[in-house]
């Protein structure tokens, strides 16, 4: 028997910034939903790319919206990339501010998810 | 003090007027992203981690008591009571809302202040020595000119869409106070033999992916003829500058490629040409509107005051806490009887560079009743009075000391360079601000800190290298492999006089274990270290090795 | 026939391009106006003139202006094509081709036009632009007036404020 742990299954969801206030926004059903918890998670790649597609037709709503990966971490989702748990969030150095304030399990589960991957929806290094 | 005339404060409305209108056309989805975006940027306006940000631009690093009490209200109502002081002496606000920030721009134009140009590439703030006024080795106040190049700069059409940002900085002290060998154009006020006034232009500096500093490319330019030069490095970067590939694009990697000589050349030739067909003197600024400019600033009302503040004495007798505040935080100042006094932002466990609305308020009421009205933002994240009488001291140092902004440290191991990181920025592989919380921790007994002595640290959260990193006696740059956070540190860089790029010090580090490799370094230092060295000096006799050994052995 | 904005002392109205923009791939068309590549007009550029046509050079972005300077009094139109809006190199393209050299035809702006560019183009001695963002001339009416005042000089010659200044203190 193998002692190579099981490769997380891994989902995608569709997140972006709001273009009026910069709020970071996950889709879910054609709407977009401040907190993580609400995010709509696809298993596969075409149910995700047409979601993204969709988002993209929203230009006066949404900037850049892009595909993160995702898991469950004792049934919680989690994102994968560190960046994207930060932008859950909010700023590390202050528990006090940003999403993380609302609290709940699945902020818990982000909090102590540990390990990271490259993000998957990492877009140009610079903004031009 | 430079006071707008009604000329600039129209500039500013026209500019107010024009970013809301553009705003309307991005919602009203006549402008795309990628069309607004370079628009936004030239207003200093970034969609970051969390939210918007906006870097309002503290031009040449100068305030008075009513732009501070404004930045305090703007930062109150529209961010989360705080702003963040940078290293290219902006500020900062989080949580910012595109909606909202037409309105901002407005508030900030009611006293002066702006966003204009603190990004985008087009030229950026101009900086100067953050001790202008005060500093007796300067040869003239180098706001004036930083202040020419402002107007000079702002709304250039034909320099607005370069290969890349630009950054200028003007210093008039031996004594090099504004990293004038990192940036793009780094200008210092010296006298020639006859006793002219002029320039010694040093261009090609930066940080970032590939760090250079900056050649001198002319040892001498008459001050009447500096805007027009500036045009002709500004011409020569606009049309030769890479721009297949961003990193590549900065003015630094022109001067590298070309050489210094053969960059200066054709800097000359074209200045050359601009003399010979009169577009240089329709450029250069009269000599009349420079003196116009000089006038607009001010003279400060300094008083006849002995050298020597019974007062002031007394109080560092009384108490060593006081005492040790001077040693670090008051420097001499040109007039008797006054000190420059600088207010540290990097008390032990907060955010490096931050400051609350509540203590920008009260920063303002400090300027205002005891430096003539005035306060400077400094490239190392913190904010200085220029201006302090002596007998002052003890009360400017009792309410910094209510307000928590009385840590004695400045140059010290806690006084701390550090960008936002991966807390806030889009562009970071890692965090910097818990990195910069850990090492000063560590350091936080002020006579710990003063016994280690000067010590530089400088982190930043990725190689666009906004902490300085490079040029930090320690530096520290966060990485990401394979999705943690590391670290890579570099040791002996330095930004000042002695500008040098610092060297690698080996593998980086995971995150929890860089404040220890701090401790190691430190430790290293005080064992080998020779009467009078700092850090930085031991580092440079001893080499690397010694402190190599030393962290990797404790890492394993 | 394809329409531009072009400046009529000063105000942006539309007008007939009476220049045909010939790709280098097709042949040239045997009679009007054309608007032609750098390479094209110097092999076809001295002929077209002969036969009393009138010709206008595209330059893209890495072309200087200093290889069609000795040939500008035969070019009634150029054109500097804009890559991308954010390649700011035309604009001291067109700064050195009515400064320097003294060019007084027609400066016109191709390729990623925008109105938001549109007061740099106009300062630095553009007078024609083709846009690329479906704007009018009504809507650079507007953003060309923006800005009451300048803080330095350009090929447009409005007066800079240090100018204002100084006249206002001798009146003074």
Same mark, same amino acid.
């Given at each position: ?128 | ?338 000190? +420059? ?68 440290? +400045? ?27 850990? +090492?000063?921790?560590? =350091? ?94 031991? =580092?440079?006799? +001893? ?14 | 026939?394809? !329409?531009?904005? !072009? ?32 390479? &094209? ?10 036969? %009393? ?20 009094? &035969? ?8 890559? !991308?809006?954010?390649?700011? &190199? ?11 050299? %003294?060019?007084?035809?027609?400066? &016109? ?15 630095? %001695? ?47």
């Amino acid at each position: 028997m193998s002692d190579v742990p099981a490769k997380p299954v891994l989902f995608k969801g569709v997140t972006g910034n709001r273009l009026a206030d910069g709020e970071v926004v996950f889709w879910a059903d054609g709407a977009w939903r401040e907190r993580f918890a609400d995010i709509q998670l696809f298993d596969d790649p075409a149910s995700a790319d047409a979601a993204l597609a969709r988002a993209k037709a929203q230009p006066t709503v949404i900037v850049d919206p892009y595909l993160i990966d995702v898991r469950f971490d004792d049934g919680l989702p989690v994102p994968v990339a560190y960046r994207e748990r930060v932008r859950a969030l909010g700023p590390t150095i202050h528990p006090d501010m940003g999403k993380q304030t609302e609290g709940g399990a699945v902020v818990d589960a982000i909090v102590h998810a540990s390990g990271a991957a490259r993000s998957a929806g990492r877009i140009n290094l610079i903004k031009r | 003090m430079y006071r707008y005339d009604a000329l600039d404060a129209e500039m500013l409305a026209d500019r107010t007027a024009e970013f809301r209108t553009q705003v309307g056309r991005r919602v009203a989805g006549e402008l795309t992203e990628e069309q607004f975006k370079p628009l936004r940027l030239m207003n200093g306006l970034y969609l970051q981690l969390h939210a918007y940000m906006l870097r309002i631009a503290i031009p040449y690093g100068t305030l008075t008591s009513r732009k501070l009490h404004r930045l305090a209200h703007i930062s109150r109502v529209y961010s989360r009571g705080y702003g963040h002081f940078t290293t290219r002496c902006n500020l900062q606000l989080h949580w910012i809302k595109l909606k909202d920030t037409p309105d901002i721009l407005d508030l900030l134009a009611e006293v002066g202040l702006h966003s204009i140009q603190t990004s985008g590439n087009c030229i950026r703030n101009i900086t100067a020595d953050p001790y202008a006024g005060a500093n007796a080795e300067e040869v003239d106040d180098p706001r004036v000119w930083s202040e020419t190049i402002r107007q000079w700069s702002t709304f250039h059409p034909e320099f607005s869409f370069l290969p890349r940002k630009f950054k200028i900085a003007v210093g008039a002290a031996p004594d090099d106070r504004t990293a004038a060998r990192i940036y793009d154009i780094g200008l210092k006020l010296r006298r020639n033999r006859e006793g002219q006034l002029g320039f010694e232009v040093m261009v090609g500096g930066g940080l970032g992916r590939t760090p250079y500093l900056a050649p001198t490319i002319r040892e001498f330019l008459p001050t009447k003829d500096l805007l027009s030069y500036l045009a002709a490095i500004l011409r020569v970067y606009n049309r030769y500058g890479r721009r297949d590939n961003i990193w590549k694009a900065r003015i630094k990697i022109l001067v590298a490629s070309l050489g210094a000589e053969q960059f200066a050349r054709q800097v000359e030739a074209e200045w050359k040409t601009m003399t010979q067909s009169g577009e240089a003197a329709r450029i250069d600024a009269p000599e009349a509107e420079v003196a116009r400019i000089r006038r607009a600033f001010g003279t400060t009302p300094f008083k006849d005051l002995p050298a020597v503040s019974e007062a002031f004495e007394a109080a560092k007798a009384a108490d060593p806490a006081f005492a040790r505040f001077v040693r670090h935080n008051v420097l001499p100042h040109k007039v008797p009887g006054y000190a +420059i006094v600088t207010i540290s932002l990097k008390a032990p466990g907060e955010v490096p560079g931050d400051c609350s609305s509540d203590q920008m308020d009260a920063i303002a009421d400090l300027a205002e009743r005891y430096s003539f009205d005035e306060a400077r933002n400094h490239f190392e994240q913190n904010l200085v009075l220029p201006h302090v009488a002596l007998d002052d001291l003890p009360a400017v140092y009792a309410e910094l000391e209510r307000i928590g902004l009385a840590t004695p440290n +400045i140059g010290l191991a806690t006084d701390i360079i550090a960008c936002p990181g991966l807390d806030y920025c889009t562009l970071a592989n890692a965090r910097a601000i818990p990195i910069a919380q850990d +090492i000063a921790r560590r =350091f936080a007994d002020p006579a710990v800190a003063e016994e280690v002595g000067e010590l530089r640290i400088k982190i930043s959260g990725c190689i666009n290298a906004c902490g300085q990193h490079h040029v930090g006696h320690i530096g520290i740059l966060g990485v990401d492999k394979k999705g943690e956070e590391f670290y890579q540190l570099t040791l002996g860089g330095s930004g000042l006089e002695d500008a040098r790029l610092g060297e690698i010090l080996g593998p980086a580090l995971p995150g929890p274990r860089v404040a220890e490799a701090v401790d190691v370094l430190v430790d290293t230092y005080m064992k080998e270290r020779a009467e009078g060295e700092r850090f930085v000096d031991t =580092f440079r006799r +001893i080499g690397l090795a010694p402190f190599k050994a030393a962290v990797y052995a404790e890492a394993h | 026939m394809q !329409k531009l904005i !072009k400046l009529d002392q000063g105000r942006p109205a539309w007008v007939e391009d009476s220049f045909l923009d010939v790709p280098d791939e097709e042949p040239t068309p045997g009679q009007g106006d054309v608007l032609v590549s750098f390479a &094209r007009f110097q092999e076809e550029g001295e002929a077209l003139a002969a036969a %009393g046509r009138k010709v206008g050079v595209r330059l893209k972005a890495d072309e200087p202006v200093e290889a069609l300077a000795p040939f500008l009094d &035969r070019v009634a139109v150029v054109a500097l094509a804009f890559p !991308k809006f954010r390649d700011g &190199r035309q604009y001291s393209q067109a700064v050195l081709l009515r400064d320097r050299y %003294g060019y007084t035809g027609e400066l &016109r702006a191709v390729g990623d036009v925008l109105l938001e560019q549109g007061r740099f183009m106009v300062r630095c %001695g553009f007078d024609a632009f083709v846009p690329a963002d479906g704007t009018a001339p009504d809507d650079w009416v507007g953003a060309l007036a923006r800005y009451r005042y300048v803080y330095q000089t350009a090929v447009d010659r409005r007066e800079p404020n240090f100018a204002l200044r100084l006249r206002a203190a001798e009146g003074a």
